[in-house]
C-alpha cells in the first residue's frame, strides 16, 4: 500500500485546515488507518484512528473535539479535519495503515505503511 499525503499549509491559530491521504496498491479498505505527527525535536506521536475491526474511532485526548478523521473507502481516502488550530498543532503529520490490535490503535509500531508526510504550521 502507497499512502501520499496532502493539505497540509500554514495557518493562523484558530483557523482549519483538510488533510488528506490517497492510498493505492493494496485493499486499502482492509487495513485500520491512522494519522500520526511528529514535531521538531520530539517523538512521533498519535493524533487519530478508524479501527476497521469494530469500525471506531479514536483520538488522541489534545485533539478530541478539534480533529476529525473520516475515511472514504469507495475514493480510498482518508482525512483529517483539522479546527480550532493551536500553535502547538505545529508538526508533521503522517498518514499510516495497518492492522494493530485494538489495544495498540495508537502505537505507530502497528502499522506498517506510512506516507511521506505533510507540513502543518499554526502561527500564534
Known amino acids: 500500500v502507497q499512502l501520499v499525503e496532502s493539505g497540509g499549509g500554514l495557518v493562523q491559530a484558530g483557523g482549519s485546515l483538510r488533510l488528506s491521504c490517497a492510498a493505492s496498491?493494496?485493499?486499502?479498505?482492509?487495513?485500520?488507518v491512522g494519522w500520526f505527527r511528529q514535531a521538531p525535536g520530539k517523538e512521533r506521536e498519535f493524533v487519530a484512528a478508524?479501527?476497521?475491526?469494530?469500525?471506531?474511532?479514536y483520538y488522541d485526548d489534545s485533539v478530541k473535539g478539534r480533529f476529525t478523521i473520516s475515511r472514504d473507502k469507495a475514493k480510498n481516502t482518508v482525512n483529517l479535519q483539522m479546527n480550532s488550530l493551536k500553535p502547538e498543532d505545529t508538526a508533521v503529520y503522517y498518514c499510516s495503515a495497518g492492522r494493530p490490535i485494538i489495544s495498540m490503535i495508537s502505537r505507530a509500531t502497528g502499522y506498517g505503511y506510512w506516507g511521506q508526510g505533510t507540513l502543518v504550521t499554526v502561527s500564534s
Open positions: 496498491g493494496g485493499t486499502f479498505s482492509s487495513y485500520s
Open positions: 478508524h479501527a476497521v475491526q469494530n469500525n471506531h474511532l
